[in-house]
């Protein structure tokens, strides 16, 4: 029984509800297909992380979006 | 000196101060007795997943809840 | 841009490497389809967790196998 | 259903198959007596991390057990 | 493209803006440097536990900072 | 007394022993440093994933690397 952890960013650009139940359901599913596994007991956790908690290529992702605008 | 990471449901079902009090002093004490390791800077982190989050059987544990009332 | 991180049983059990080019490219489509982000830097991470060290319900993967037999 | 990683030392400092069968039984046992939940689909993962890639305090476990001989 | 996952304690004791900017910026550069990798697209994640989550030597970080007042 | 752990590919990819230690000292340092925090305990964990189990894009690093010759 597989355990799949996704991290993304939060606060603004946080998953809606169905967003995050369409990406538990779309990871379960497909672990199912390609594996032949068992998913009925699958953990899937999503952790929405602050944007300036998560960092890519040396910067904030609150730094980033602003030095996009 | 090992390192432990527990994910649990939060929100409604978050445990309670004394209950995470209790997972750490056990968890350390098991470790300690089984490992025979010097525990004294063993590192308990308990993560609370929000329902919406945490994904079981391709169902949120939110959804889950619900479809059992 | 998330981060996926995804635990399976190795040892005999271990995905092939085509499987874990499905569950690659699958959870990136799935994350790109879904939330709508760019995915071309996602970092997906499968973990290969041996028998003896995948516990469920109390028992490892590799003694519960044995005791289906 | 909790999830819980157990990160610990590898190489000859690794866990007999005994130690990671105690482990998994008594964590799991320990969060449903403490949390009251239903463990009979609870996973822990133990994770042997080899010695040169286990820092505490700046220093490889290896170096550390050097410098203690 | 390494990934890079820092926990730390949260509430009061949590870092600032600028210390979380400083982390990631001092992680994706060291990688960089010792690695010899692109870090253009380096993930540095950094998670706050609260101190009645985190635990070290059997006792929660809230629990030690009292008893050393 | 934060925790860090780092995922880099492993294989022919994977990170020397004295790359290792210099990534263990630089981090460890850093965090003293910028958070000011007594280090003598912090665990750094250095996590080596083979380049069949780490996708970057919807592509194994395998797979990556072969299209770029």
């Known amino acids: 029984m597989p355990y799949v952890n996704i991290k993304v960013t939060g606060d ?12 538990i359901e779309g990871v379960t ?9 068992n998913t009925s007991n699958l953990v899937v956790v999503i952790e929405e992380i602050p944007m300036d908690n998560y960092g890519i290529g040396g910067l904030t992702v609150r730094e980033r979006r602003k030095s996009k605008k």
């Open 12 to 23: 603004e650009e946080a998953p809606t509800k169905e967003q995050k139940q369409k990406l």
């Open 29 to 37: 599913k497909l672990i199912g297909d390609v594996l032949g596994k």
